[in-house]
């Protein structure tokens, strides 16, 4: 399922080979600095790069005799290097390697992220636009309330996607860091200036206290800001998969040719990629507690985190793109039912006015409490199978001392909750 919305750049960042070529860009560039400072010779460093292969059967190997990963993989470049690897991991210590690598995965897989969301409020912003003008009934308790405009759901998941953008964006500049402080962050080897020039090499900035790993709150942030996104999704796959129910029926999925929906039933159109939306961010929620968990380590460092991280760094980022990749395609495909949407907004016989005759009636001179009781007896009597709403109002001669027939009419007006449609759409969208 993955495979059909997630492309294959992404998962190849989690790849065995890609977390050894990480951690091979990381040593490369330490050892880069040390030829800088005339501790590592030019022409053997040079060797170096040209011998230094990714061998990941080799790798795993070393790691059943020694128990050990990152040893396994020095061992594996030391062999293929042979004296050329002298200065190789020399004043370093696994997790200035490990955690540095980590952070490079994350950068580049919050690119991918970044460039979905992008293309995501595009489609949003498309459906939202095309709708904007469609009267429709708005609910509260899942009750029918007041008219608003059917565009005003996908602006509000239109504001809070930005918003959770910009979440994701600075959780994903705070895991740009790295570090070479050595065993227990003491910089016994080389000097913090050494770990600028390597991390500056990498693109990434030192991490200001490290002990011997960089400090799992910042990781937490990355993870919870994914998992506001998919919880943002969730948002909107939930207002869908409810306007799809055959009551409501104002949305539809795209249904391609030749799809199923039900293997017993011929009819059923199923919101499928709505629900799956739903369930896939339930897991991201769970990935997130468990980055949250990771924060309290022992004293200098332990290595409880990791084992956490080489589930959630691949399965939370993997999972958002494709719940990015998903949400854009239901999106392009969703078809609105109009028809249905006035339908719906008909539905309960003209109650739903009842809030801007209150204030008709309020308007002409009746106390509010008065005007309120006179509207709920005509309201609740025309939902119960009475005359509609407006023809009771009519009849009223109560009604009638304060309210003309224009009056009544400017009442049940079908621009009623679009007044404000185009200004409000202006203020989203003005610097777009």
Known sequence: MIERYSLPEMKSLWTEEAKYSAWLEVELAACEVMVDEGIF???????????????????????????????????????????????????????????????????????????????????????????????????????????????FRFLSFYTELERNYQRFLQAAESIKVGMISGAVGSYGTHPPSFEDKVCKKLGLKPELVSTQVIPRDRHAEFFLSIALLGSGLERLSVELRHLQRTEV??????????????????????????????????LLRGYALAALENIPLWHER?????????????????????????????MDG???????????????????????????????????????????????????????????LRADKEVLNYLSEQDIEEAFSESRGLECVDEIYARVFAKK
Request: net charge positive.
């Open 249 to 282: 029926g104002e949305v539809e999925e795209g249904f391609s040719k030749g799809q199923k929906g039900s293997s017993a039933m011929p009819h059923k159109k199923n919101p499928i990629s709505a629900e799956n939306l739903s369930g896939c961010s339930r």
């Open 41 to 151: 010779s030019k022409d053997s460093f040079d060797r170096l790069v040209k011998k230094a292969k990714i061998d990941v059967a080799a790798i795993l190997k070393n790691e059943e005799l020694v128990k050990h990963d990152l040893i396994a993989f020095t061992m594996t470049i030391e062999k293929q290097a042979e004296d050329d690897a002298k200065f190789f991991h020399y004043g370093l210590t696994s997790s200035d390697v490990i955690d540095t690598a980590f952070a490079l995965q994350l950068k580049r897989s919050a690119d991918l992220i970044s460039k979905e969301i992008q293309s995501l409020l595009l489609s949003i912003k498309a459906v939202a636009e095309k709708v904007k003008k469609i009267p429709s009934i708005g609910r509260s308790h899942g009750i029918h309330a007041e008219p608003v405009s059917f565009g």
């Open 334 to 392: 969703l078809k609105v039912n109009e028809q249905n949407i006035r339908r719906n907004l008909a539905f309960t016989r003209g109650i739903v006015y009842s809030g801007s005759v209150l204030l008709a009636l309020v308007s002409k001179g009746l106390d509010r409490d008065s005007a309120y009781r006179l509207v709920q007896k005509h309201a609740l009597e025309a939902w119960n199978g009475g005359d509609d709403l407006k023809a009771r």
């Open 302 to 330: 332990d290595i409880s985190h990791s084992s956490v991280e080489r589930v959630i760094a691949p399965d939370a980022t993997i999972l958002i793109h494709y719940m990015l990749k998903r949400t854009r395609t239901l």
